[in-house]
């Protein structure tokens, strides 16, 4: 499975930008696919997640009343849309794909597939 990340981009706070994760090899739809992000000197940390046929999105607190998260399987592709951003959502944002259990569905380290990452700027 190969993912593409794109649609990253400068913003001003307050602002929106939509993400997309388009998956090549497997149909996403087979995979849990997830949102991370990682800012410079931190962890990459868990966004948001669309389980795997349909059951599901998780979302982090921080995020949550924000970000959206949706999935158009005719396209293979997750997208993440981001509203209200924050100088805070401000990262390299990457999409993975796997089968986490819905306990381990924020762990970086269960997710088999990863995107090359896109930047995201959020400006105040």
């Known amino acids: ?8 981009g ?3 706070a307050g602002g929106s930008l ?3 994760c388009v998956a090549s090899g497997r149909t996403s739809s087979s995979f849990t696919v997830g949102w991370f992000r990682q800012a410079p000197g931190k962890e990459r940390e ?3 997640a669309f389980r795997r046929n349909n059951s599901g999105s998780y979302y982090a607190d921080s995020v949550k009343g924000r970000f959206t998260i949706s999935r158009d399987n005719a396209k293979n592709a997750v997208y993440l849309q981001m509203n209200s951003l924050k100088p805070g959502d401000t990262a390299v944002y990457f999409c993975a794909a796997g ?3 819905l306990s381990a569905i924020s762990l970086p380290s269960i997710y088999a597939y990863w995107g090359q990452g896109t930047q995201v700027t ?3």
């Open 18 to 20: 939509r993400l997309s």
């Open 99 to 101: 089968t986490p259990i």
């Open 46 to 48: 868990f966004v948001a």
């Open 10 to 12: 400068a913003v001003q």
């Open 122 to 124: 959020v400006s105040s």
């Open 1 to 8: 499975v190969q993912l593409q990340a794109s649609g990253g």
